[in-house]
Nanobody, 121 residues
């Protein structure tokens, strides 16, 4: 079994900062990629940022470039999302996502339970 547990969400005023953390645990052979998605009310879930574990290659949504930074700690199977200069439109449930090998050959995406980020004006 694999679990992804997020933390760090909460209520913050516009212009403020939050740091989200997600730790993978369980039967993990290897972690290939970790990332963050978000879903606002009435909208589809969208990719915010992701990062490969091996090469540290990153990808960001245009709406967060220059404000958010994704990073990882491979030893802890943890990915972080540093969110600065938060805007009201960043309000959403943020979900951790990871592509995980549970054996040498079997892998799939896993999802965290989500953490609420609310930005007030």
């Amino acid at each position: 079994q694999v679990q992804l547990v997020e933390s760090g969400g909460g209520l913050v005023q516009a212009g403020g900062s939050l740091r989200l953390s997600c730790t993978a645990s369980g039967t993990i052979f290897s972690l290939n990629r970790m990332g963050w998605y978000r879903q606002a009310p009435g909208k589809q879930r969208e990719l915010v940022a992701d990062i490969t574990v091996g090469g540290s290659r990153t990808n960001y949504a245009d709406s967060v470039k220059g404000r958010f930074t994704i990073s990882r700690d491979n030893a802890k199977n943890t990915v972080y999302l540093q969110m600065n200069s938060l805007k009201v439109e960043d309000t959403a449930v943020y979900y951790c996502n990871a592509d995980i090998h549970t054996t040498w050959s079997a892998h799939r995406d896993y999802w965290g339970q989500g953490t609420q980020v609310t930005v007030s004006s």
